[in-house]
Each structure stands twice: as structure tokens, then as C-alpha cells.
């Protein structure tokens, strides 16, 4: 027998907020005139609604007056809607005859300056919000089971810590990484601050443990190719590039017993092709068939096909090993993971866009980059510091902070890069190190030290000599005879013009999201912020998730943090992305379309709409009906708003609800 349909009988419950909302919006009035709508039983305001007392009366209320539905008018949903709908369900009603109208960020925060239109506002927002909780439904939620691995994408030092703690917590772990070997920027770099630990002596072992770890699976010089399915049942197409040569593994699968890439580097130094190394930003050369750097994981050689002239020379120095196959072609291979880490790190700022610096047309002016390989001793000059033009050591050596950083010029990048100042302290102190008499000037806006032993780290640079010029660098030109620089600025602390020559310049640029951010994004269903880094699902509740269930993000790809920031944000997103795989299913929120079959005609118009491929057809009752995968469906409503027979509609936000809402607006709630 069919459950008898009761008359609506709605309470509605007027938050404070402290002064947020009671500040600007007259609360009394607002709840008075709620009580007066229709099927609007109990009106009630409190200072907190969030806090236990608050929810106390929510659950009473709905026990004392047996009602149905519930609206609460508060803050923003994203903060307290699960808070809210747990109180209606302790209270007894189904958790999705609950209401929002958010009165704080749409109306006291924004008409601060106007309160009796603010309270004006907020009577239409509870009227609004009361007439479509008039005609909620019980909704239940569906669960999915959810596959027992996880994937990385960008095996960096964030990719990297993440994929070690899945893979500890007993998660079979996919590390997928575009590069032929893992480590990404921190593997260019020298030492690390404040601590100024050397940086491969930190990120060696960690490289050595993913690469051998049990519960790791490591695809280098892969990238992902497509994306399908939903959380739990990620279904994803690995491109595994050509690498012209097989690691032991392959050889042996292949037959070849004893074979395959030891790293021995006979076939580089047979190779006759010489290229200049991206991994050594150009300053140190490399052979067609390479390696980046003696640390790499795996240490399988490369061939740059690109460059290779197919001569054969290094088929014939491997000999026996036959590891070298001149005629590979890239493999594809899809695996079924149930979460995701997206870790693709950054790009630097192409800094040659700011003329006024000289990057690219004076010799002597390098990037910070640039300068990490100069002083590294694995570098290309073995760790000491020269200029580029005559290859002399440089005893006076600007460092231009900000270098495309908080630049609203529209040519750099508005906001701050955060990790330039320190790194820029670093150097400082690298160069009165090694260099004795070496004098650096730092150039800055601002020195944002705001990590833990930062600011002391601040001070020692300070007190070891570096000299500070506040204000930012207005030009940099070159002597033509000397090729010593020009660095002009205006001290603003001493209010006069700076024009002060040095031998090197050391431009501190802004980092930006990768170049490939885009079509890996939108494989995984990820929105950007106005800036293009990916955007997590809350900056301060849900920073490491995103708005695709299961897909999380670590490090920079989010935006710019240091080193100890993305090793934490890995750590918290690894924990995040083994929730759902532990508990072994996960349930999803009942905001699906539905279709009703009698209306559909199977012109499957809606299919192509759906943004994240959650139609198709099937074939019932000798008929062709849309059918929606409803852990695809995110509920944006698109096909539902297309479908030319109205046989779509959404659960939560059917017709009839929206209606209701639109007449309350526009009539007052009259029919």
C-alpha cells in the first residue's frame, strides 16, 4: 500500500552567527515572518544554530510538531549542510527533507551597508527555501564498492610521499610519471631551507624506496591517455612512451635471459648525436640516448628519438644485453584503481616575457633554476659559480625577488609564488659560502619568511652581510665591454634612486601550473581557480579533495607551496584516498537524474550533453530509454534542462520544487 502522502509541515530555524548575520540582518523580523508562511509551523532563531543547543532545537521541534521538513536560514551549505542534516535525521525525518537558505555570504556579508534591504532579502530567501522544502522526497543514498588500489599522477617529492604512505597502508599504488625518471623539481635543486640539507641526500632514498617498494607499481615516461568510471571504479589508459630501451623485466619477459638496461652507459658514450641537457637548463650537454642525472629511478636509459639518427652504434655497445630496440612504439595499458592523486607539480614563469630584466639578452642574467645547477655539485660546472658570458667568478651578484611574482601588469602573475624569498635567502648564503668577499644585494617588496625557522633563517642571512635594497628592479642593462650589469631600482626605504652594477643577476621567477594542466584536469573532472591551478573542493575544510569524488590533489598543481607544505598535503591526501579504498564502498549523495521510460523516446539528444559521461542508451521493453550511471552523475541538471520530451528529471531539484521556488519569489508563494 502506498505510503499516505501527509500535509507539508515545515519549521524554520533563523541563525545569528554571532554579529555575521544578527549584526547586519534583523533577525527577530525575519523569524516572525517566517512563522507567517504557508505550511510553516514553528519559527525559531538562535545564536548559533550550528552548536549542540542550536541542533537541540531543530531536533526537538521536529519530535514536538511532528514536522517534515526542515529549513535552516544560515551560512553557506558547504560549511554545515551535513551538520544540519544529521540533526533532521536524530530528529527522525529523512536527512534530505532538510533546506538551506544561506542569509550570511548571499546577503548580510554582501549588503553589510543596507540592512533593511538585507532583511527584506532574507524573507525571500526563507520563503523561497520554505516552499521547496514543502515538497521534499526521501531520498537514499547508494553505495559502490570501491577497487582496492590507488593511482599517482606526478611522481615529484609530493607524488612521491603519497604514493609511499598508500602503498605502506597496504594499497596497491600506480605511480604514473611523464619523465623518464621520478624526483621532479627537487631534484634540480642543490640544499633545501633553513635546514640547507643537501636535496638529493633527502630525496635519493625516497626515490630508491618507490622504486623498489612492493605495493608500488612505477610508470616512468607514461602518461595518462583517457579517464573513465567514477570513485571506486576508475578505469584508466596509461600511454607508456617509446623508450627505445628494456629494463631487465622487459628483456626477461621478452625471452632475453640476463638482458636488459644495467646503467652502465656504454651505449651513451657510443652514441655520436650530442643534444643540450633540459634537465641542466641547457648549460651542460647529453647524448640522444640519456639518462637525466646518476640518481635516476629506474636507471634505464632513454632514447631522445627526436634526436637519434638510428645509427645503431649503441644497439652494438649494449652487445649481449639486447636491451636497445630502435623500433619500439609506444604500449597502452589500462588499470582499475579506486582513487586518484593528482601531484603534475609546476612550471617556471618564462620570465624573457619581463624585457626590462634581460633574461635571454644579456648572458650574465639567470634564473633561479639556473643558478640551483650552477651551484649544485652534480651541476654542470661541478658546483662552482661562474658567468655564463666568461665564465669568471662573480664577486657582486643581485637577486631580483618578486621576479613576475605579484605582478598585476597583466604580463606576470598576481599573486605570490611563496617559496621565492627563502630560496633567494638560500642563494645568499650559498654565494658568501663558497665565494669568500662574494657580496649579494637583494632586491624585494617584501621578505615573506613565514615558516617555521624562517624568520631566524632571515636573520642569518642578515647578519652574515647580504645587503637588502628594498624596491622593485625597474630595468637591467648590460655593459656592452664588460658584460657586467646595470641594476636599476628606487630604494624605498631611503626614498632615492638605486643604480648599482654587478657582475651576474639571479631573477627569482614566479612559478605558473604546468603545461599539460589542462587536458590532465579534465580527464579527472577538475575544476582551475582564475590563476589555472587545480582547484580543491574547499580551501580550508577540503584541501586536499576535489568536486570529482575520489580524484585528490598534493603539491604545487594546487598552487605554490614549499617543500614541507607538499610533503604535508601529500601525507593528507594519501590518508583522504585510502578512506574510501579501506572501508571497502563508498555512498553518494541521491542527486542523480532519473528518467521516466514512458516519456523518453530514445533520441539519446541528452547524451552528448552530459559533461561527465553518465548517459547511454539501453534497450528495455523492446524500447530505447536513457539510462544513467548514477555514481557518474554529479546532478548539474544539464541533461535534465535539454531533454525535448521533459522525461529527465532530478532528484532534489524536480520540477514542481524549482516551480515552487520561482512562484514564491515572484508571487509570494500564491499558485
Known amino acids: 500500500m502506498a505510503e499516505e502522502k501527509k500535509q507539508p509541515r515545515i519549521g524554520v530555524f533563523v541563525c545569528h552567527c554571532g554579529t555575521n548575520i544578527a549584526g547586519t540582518i534583523d533577525v527577530e523580523s525575519v523569524k516572525d515572518y517566517a512563522a507567517t508562511l504557508p505550511n510553516v509551523i514553528v519559527a525559531d532563531d538562535y545564536q548559533y544554530m550550528c552548536s549542540t543547543p542550536g541542533q537541540a532545537k531543530i531536533i526537538d ?165 583517457s579517464v573513465d568510471g567514477y570513485i571506486g571504479n576508475f578505469d584508466i589508459t596509461l600511454r607508456k612512451k617509446a623508450r627505445g630501451v628494456m629494463s631487465q623485466d622487459e628483456a626477461t619477459a621478452k625471452g632475453i635471459v640476463g638482458g636488459g638496461c644495467n646503467g652502465c652507459g656504454d651505449c651513451a658514450a657510443a652514441c655520436p648525436v650530442i643534444k643540450p641537457n633540459p634537465f641542466e637548463f641547457g648549460m651542460a650537454p647529453r647524448k640522444a640516448i640519456y639518462i637525466f642525472h646518476p640518481q635516476v629511478v629506474p636507471l634505464v636509459y632513454t632514447i631522445d628519438f ?117 630560496y633567494s635567502l638560500k642563494h645568499a648564503h650559498q654565494i658568501m659560502e663558497k665565494i669568500p668577499g662574494c657580496q649579494p644585494y637583494i632586491f624585494y617588496m617584501d621578505i615573506r619568511s613565514f615558516g617555521k625557522m624562517y624568520e631566524e633563517f632571515y636573520y642569518r642571512i642578515q647578519n652574515e652581510g647580504a645587503k637588502f635594497i628594498r624596491g622593485r628592479v625597474a630595468n637591467v642593462l648590460e655593459d656592452a665591454k664588460t658584460k657586467n650589469l646595470h641594476v636599476y631600482a628606487e630604494d624605498t626605504l631611503l626614498g632615492r634612486p638605486v643604480d648599482l652594477e654587478v657582475d651576474m643577476v639571479v631573477l627569482a621567477a614566479a612559478v605558473q601550473p604546468t603545461e599539460n594542466i589542462d587536458p ?26 576535489t568536486t570529482t569524488a575520489g580524484v585528490f590533489l598534493a603539491g604545487v598543481c594546487q598552487g605554490p607551496k614549499d617543500i614541507p607544505d607538499t610533503v604535508a598535503q601529500a601525507e593528507g591526501a594519501a590518508s583522504a584516498a585510502s578512506i574510501p579504498i579501506h572501508t571497502g564502498k563508498v555512498e553518494l549523495e541521491p542527486y542523480f537524474a532519473q528518467c521516466l521510460e514512458e516519456k523518453c523516446a530514445g533520441c539519446g539528444m541528452c547524451i552528448s550533453q552530459c559533461p561527465y559521461s553518465a548517459l547511454d542508451l539501453i534497450e528495455k521493453d523492446g524500447k530505447q530509454v536513457m539510462h544513467v550511471t548514477e555514481a557518474k552523475c554529479k546532478g548539474c541538471g544539464t541533461c535534465g534542462g535539454f531533454c525535448p520530451g521533459g522525461a529527465i528529471y532530478m532528484q532534489h531539484f524536480t520540477t514542481p520544487q524549482i516551480v515552487a521556488q520561482i512562484d514564491a519569489f515572484l508571487l509570494g508563494g500564491e499558485q
Open 61 to 225: 521541534a521536529i519530535k514536538d510538531h511532528d514536522l517534515t521538513g526542515i529549513v535552516v536560514a544560515a551560512c553557506t551549505p558547504r560549511l554545515h549542510e551535513p551538520t544540519f542534516r544529521t540533526a533532521t535525521k536524530e530528529g527522525g525525518l529523512n536527512p534530505f527533507r532538510f533546506e538551506m537558505a544561506n542569509i550570511r555570504d548571499q546577503n548580510s556579508w554582501v549588503h553589510m551597508h543596507d540592512p533593511e534591504g538585507a532583511t527584506a532579502k532574507a524573507k525571500d530567501a526563507i520563503r523561497i527555501a520554505a516552499a521547496k522544502a514543502s515538497l521534499l522526497e526521501d531520498l537514499y543514498p547508494k553505495s559502490v564498492p570501491v577497487e582496492h588500489a590507488a593511482m599517482v599522477v606526478g611522481a615529484g617529492v609530493g607524488g612521491i610521499q603519497a604514493a609511499l604512505d598508500l602503498a605502506n597502508a597496504g594499497i596497491k599504488t600506480y605511480l604514473v610519471e611523464k619523465n623518464p625518471t621520478v624526483g621532479g623539481r627537487m631534484s634540480q635543486l642543490d640544499k633545501t631551507f633553513p635546514t640547507l640539507d643537501c636535496s638529493q641526500c633527502i630525496l635519493t632514498p625516497k626515490m630508491v624506496d618507490v622504486g623498489r617498494h612492493p605495493n608500488i607499481e612505477l610508470h616512468t615516461y607514461t602518461e595518462v591517455e
Open 306 to 422: 627526436d634526436a637519434c639518427v638510428k645509427c645503431g652504434l649503441c644497439v652494438e655497445a649494449c652487445g649481449e644485453k639486447k636491451a636497445i630496440d630502435l623500433e619500439m612504439t609506444d604500449t597502452f595499458e589500462t588499470v582499475k584503481v579506486g582513487t586518484v592523486i593528482l601531484s603534475t607539480g609546476y612550471d617556471m614563469f618564462e620570465i624573457e616575457k619581463k624585457r626590462e630584466w634581460g633574461y635571454k639578452q644579456f648572458d650574465n642574467v639567470i634564473t633561479s633554476l639556473e643558478f640551483e645547477r650552477l651551484i649544485c655539485a652534480s651541476g654542470p660546472t661541478g658546483g662552482h659559480l661562474i658567468r655564463p658570458s666568461d665564465g669568471e667568478t662573480p664577486m657582486k651578484v643581485a637577486f631580483v625577488l618578486c621576479a613576475g611574482s605579484r605582478d598585476n601588469t597583466g604580463v606576470g602573475k598576481p599573486y605570490c609564488s611563496r617559496f621565492c624569498c627563502m
Open 520 to 545: 590532465v584536469r579534465k580527464m579527472f573532472g577538475v575544476s582551475c581557480s582564475q590563476d589555472g591551478w587545480m582547484l580543491e573542493a574547499h580551501p580550508k575544510l577540503n584541501p586536499c579533495g
